[in-house]
């Protein structure tokens, strides 16, 4: 929800780097970093997020790559490109949506089970493991965009609200 609400300034920030082909593992770990950390990416070695962090040289350095081959920029678009494709283009919204489609259809075909006796039974267990597995699989590849960066199509604010109001409404209550 934070990420969310957090108004965007505008600036794109940009990562581009030229590590050598003959070190993959660095190319590999630099490649992961900016995955966890939500980049999106534009090209190979052109990643783009629309946040900002002091920590990313520092954290590019622990990587075992030379920071004098990976360049962070502050930049603003001024081409014809909007920021809705630049979106579109950096990020994979359509397996994010789909991630997130699965989990929406699993809550409403698999409501959570109540055992009546306060103990968590193997059903329970089991419908737990595949809500997360699920939740995690969408929550892993969402980018969480300011709101106005947002594609109208994203269903990720959907299955959070829809996931808030079934461990509020169904699962809290009845173990």
């Not at 630099?30 to 980049?39: A, E, G, T």
């Given at each position: ?49 629309h946040r900002f962090s002091q920590d990313w040289h520092q954290a590019v350095s622990q990587i075992d790559a030379n920071p004098h081959d990976v360049i962070f ?103």
């Amino acid at each position: 929800q934070v990420a969310w609400s957090s108004a965007w300034d505008g600036k794109w920030r940009i990562v581009s780097f030229d590590l050598p082909q003959d070190q993959p593992s660095q190319r590999y770990h630099l490649n992961l970093w900016l995955k966890q950390q939500r980049f999106g990416r534009l090209q190979g070695s052109l990643w783009i997020s629309h946040r900002f962090s002091q920590d990313w040289h520092q954290a590019v350095s622990q990587i075992d790559a030379n920071p004098h081959d990976v360049i962070f920029l502050d930049s603003a678009s001024i081409g014809k490109m909007s920021a809705e494709q630049i979106v579109e283009n950096a990020w994979d919204f359509k397996k994010i949506n789909a991630l997130y489609g699965d989990y929406l259809q699993f809550l409403k075909t698999n409501p959570p089970a109540h055992s009546g006796t306060g103990q968590m039974t193997e059903s329970q267990v089991n419908w737990f493991r595949s809500e997360h597995s699920l939740w995690r699989k969408a929550y892993a590849q969402d980018p969480f965009l300011s709101k106005e960066l947002l594609p109208s199509s994203y269903l990720g604010r959907r299955a959070f609200l829809a996931r808030q109001e079934m461990f509020k409404t169904k699962v809290l209550q009845r173990t």
